[in-house]
């Protein structure tokens, strides 16, 4: 079974544990300028909004890349950056419609979200369970459960 | 080893800037934060020097765990001499900013001097940059974050600065980050605005990496998300309610200061409580919460962003406060509400978010206009001073106004800035000013908490309820239960928590942690990050001799045991209802002991015997 991130917002205070524990495990150190998965904070409405690489089936960004430093991991689904291939071209920051593969201006290649290699971190780290870890052919299953739950009122 | 080990020296005078190392023997001694600029504060100014003048100087600091994963790891302080009490100041505070600094690469900045014009200082990571502040100088808070994100095209910039108030002279002018967030107490703000420092904007992307021991930081960190997570107060209690979750509980056991703390119970308590913030508005059948917001790596999450009802006379012509931001903490909602005996939750919310955008304490503020409704009330104040506004109890629409002008800094709004007990003094009646030290007192009436009396007394700070925190034994029952009522004992149960209190405050963590943590929750997390032999035991010791070090510049600015006492009205007039119905604050039964246990003399002066155990 494949698993997916499962982000619920509504959940999310802000806190950045996820961005502590991804850039730590990626990157060794407590450093949000270089997580993958960010937390956007709309101040006016009060909303905090988690957001990474979805890993598309179809990845745009595997597909631009010219020397095909990005592969499937098919264990994970993840769609992986091989830094040591990577020239740093950034077609693929480019082509990503998401926004959700970024240049390291220190390693002068690019990162994104690799799913921990099946464990991600940022899961593990949140607070609220906003941010969850699921079947990924089930990801919008706590949204219906709500919903349904709110028709049945 | 967790420090950056890095010092930025901002010389506002010659604006020119300047790198050192950290101190590290200091840092061995006093941690980090508030035991560490303090250390710096007292080694490099004169106690005696004016609060407001270019001798003194103003420290923000982080602690070795900020900008790590430990929960609650984003505090910073601000750090110096206060032109509200004389005594030392430090105000903590939470959001991003704190840890952006330590992303950056520095423990502190140590600002001196004064700049010849308005400035703001700029920092990503090594590149640091004096600039001109004049656009901004003469805006709010929220006006000044604006222009500095636009002008850097940076959304993730954070910028703490100061308002208009600050700049105006108010006593008690915060210091605001990240919009809302504050280092609140003492008029931190004022000082900085004394410089001409009108805002500090920083970029880091280090981070911070050098851990000890990574493989035993991120063990005793998991362990301590899980208690807070478990814990009543911390994983439900808190998140939910906020600290708002005591308005209730306080008025119950009576000690809810009210009017000026004429009385100790208000009845319009459940109007303003956390259990209010909740309730659909009859308007738009929406809350005032909106939800609830973490800080910088906070696992708890007990800051409240709200809104205020869009046909509220505050705000119904004002597009500009229709969105959401900052809401009511407890103090702010008691200070504002409950001693000014108002019981409108949206005029509460406005008059906060008012507090934020300009830069002031809410607690002072609101205690500060108490005051004056009392001195209204007896005809010291008149409208002749106040425009033709009727400065009454219980009135939202002068609680609104008085917000305005005190931040604006316009007419008797300078008054309402010089503080309670500046007010006092100058319209006659200095005994109707609730002050310890020339700070006004937060949300707990120590006739019905016996313990909170000394810690009043006492702290270091003026007054504070966040130097030893006895509500926690003596109401809630953490980590033992004490009688509200009863003196015997609290002098060694303040001790305990000042000095608890203190090394927590150094470490970079939040002091809500300790609803739940102990120092043995806290000691593996900072032994791991830091190395050295910290444990429980020697960071008790290490915040006994915080707590003395200030106690010390206190003394050299000029304090003495005289200080160390209440206003008249919580010693001689009793509670009139509610549990504590009689009781005034028995302050001399617990004071010489507390010198006593503290190793001071008859004076409050630490002794020789003590200065040696403690290494000052």
Redesign the interface.
């Known amino acids: 079974m494949l698993r997916a991130l499962q982000i619920e917002p509504e959940k999310c ?5 996820c961005e ?2 991804c ?2 495990q990626a ?8 997580s993958r998965i960010k937390v956007f904070t709309f ?6 909004i988690p957001y990474t690489c979805t890993q598309c089936s179809e990845a745009w960004c595997m597909h631009a890349c010219p020397v095909e430093a990005i592969v499937l991991n098919e264990e994970t689904g993840s769609k992986d950056v091989l830094a040591d291939v990577c020239v740093g071209c950034k077609v693929c920051t480019i082509a990503c419609p998401f926004g959700t593969v970024n240049y390291n201006q220190d390693t002068k290649v690019v990162y994104k979200c690799d799913l921990c290699g099946g464990d991600p971190e940022c899961a593990k ?1 949140c ?2 369970a906003a941010i969850t870890y699921v079947d990924a052919d089930h990801t919008g299953l706590a949204r219906m459960r709500a919903h349904a739950a709110a028709s049945a009122n | 080893m967790a420090w950056a080990n890095n010092v930025l020296r901002v010389n506002l005078t010659e604006g020119t800037t300047s790198n050192e190392p950290l101190n590290m023997e200091w840092a061995g001694l006093y941690l980090g934060q508030r035991g560490l600029a303090t250390k710096y504060l007292a080694e490099e100014i004169d106690p005696k020097c004016d609060a407001l003048g270019s001798g003194n100087k103003l420290i923000m600091t982080t602690g070795p765990l900020t900008g790590t994963m430990a929960s609650t790891g984003g505090r910073y302080s601000v750090v110096t001499k206060s032109p509200l009490t004389g005594a030392v100041a430090c105000s903590n505070s939470g959001g991003f900013i704190g840890a952006e600094l330590k992303a950056a690469g520095y423990d502190m900045i140590i600002f001196e001097g004064k700049s010849p014009r308005p400035v703001y200082l700029y920092v990503e990571n090594d590149k640091v940059e004096i600039a001109p502040a004049d656009e901004i100088w003469g805006q709010s808070v929220w006006a000044a974050d604006e222009w500095l994100h636009k002008k850097y095209q940076d959304p993730l910039l954070r910028i703490a600065a100061v308002g208009r108030a600050a700049e105006k002279g108010c006593l008690y002018a915060a210091v605001v980050n990240d919009l809302h967030r504050a280092a609140g107490r003492s008029g931190v703000g004022t000082v900085m605005a004394s410089k001409n420092l009108k805002a500090v904007a920083v970029r880091g992307t280090k981070g911070v990496g050098n851990i000890k021991d990574p493989g035993a930081f991120m063990q005793a960190v998991n362990a301590g998300k899980k208690v807070l997570a478990e814990n009543a107060v911390t994983g439900q209690g808190l998140p939910t309610y906020g600290t708002q979750v005591l308005m209730n509980v306080i008025n119950e056991v009576g000690a809810m200061p009210t009017r000026n703390m004429r009385e100790v119970q208000f009845e319009g308590a459940s109007k303003i409580s956390a259990e209010a913030m909740h309730e659909p508005r009859e308007s738009d059948g929406k809350p005032n919460l909106v939800t609830n917001a973490g800080c910088f790596g906070c696992t708890i999450a007990c800051g409240r962003i709200s809104t205020i009802d869009r046909g509220h006379f505050s705000i119904e012509n004002k597009p500009q406060y229709w969105g959401a931001s900052g809401g009511l903490e407890y103090e702010a909602a008691w200070a504002l509400g409950s001693d000014t005996g108002v019981d409108d939750i949206d005029a509460l919310t406005y008059a906060n978010f008012i507090c934020n955008e300009d830069g002031i304490d809410p607690i002072s503020f609101g205690a500060t206009v108490a005051a004056a409704m009392e001195l209204y009330q007896i005809g010291a104040i008149t409208k002749e001073q106040t425009g033709g506004v009727e400065l009454k109890f219980g009135s939202a629409e002068a609680l609104a106004w008085a917000t305005e002008v005190t931040c604006r800094g316009e007419g008797f709004g300078l008054d309402l800035g010089m503080g309670s007990k500046r007010l006092c003094e100058k319209y006659g009646h200095p005994d109707l000013s609730m002050t310890v030290k020339g700070q006004e007192f937060p949300a707990y009436d120590p006739r019905g908490i016996q313990g909170m009396g000394l810690t009043y007394a006492t702290s270091n700070r003026g007054a504070c309820h966040l130097r030893s925190y006895t509500v926690s034994s003596e109401v809630m029952g953490v980590p033992e239960k004490t009688d509200p009522l009863v003196t015997e004992g609290k002098p060694e149960l303040v001790k305990a928590f000042q000095d608890a209190t203190s090394i927590v405050d150094s470490s970079g963590l939040c002091v809500f942690t300790t609803f739940a943590w102990t120092l043995e929750d806290i000691a593996p997390q900072v032994a791991a990050a830091c190395g050295g032999d910290w444990t429980a035991e020697s960071m008790l010791e290490a915040g006994e001799r915080i707590w003395n070090l200030e106690r010390e510049f206190n003394l050299a600015a000029g304090l003495t045991a005289a200080d160390d006492t209440l206003p008249k009205r919580l010693l001689t007039e009793p509670a009139q209802t509610g549990p504590a119905k009689g009781n005034v604050n028995r302050l001399h039964e617990m004071l010489p002991k507390y010198y006593e246990v503290r190793g001071w003399n008859e004076q409050g002066v630490p002794t020789d015997e003590t200065r040696q155990r403690l290494s000052l």
């Open positions: 205070t802000g806190c950045l544990q502590l524990a850039s730590y990157e060794g150190v407590f450093n949000p300028a270089k101040h006016d409405e009060g909303r905090f780290a607070p609220t």
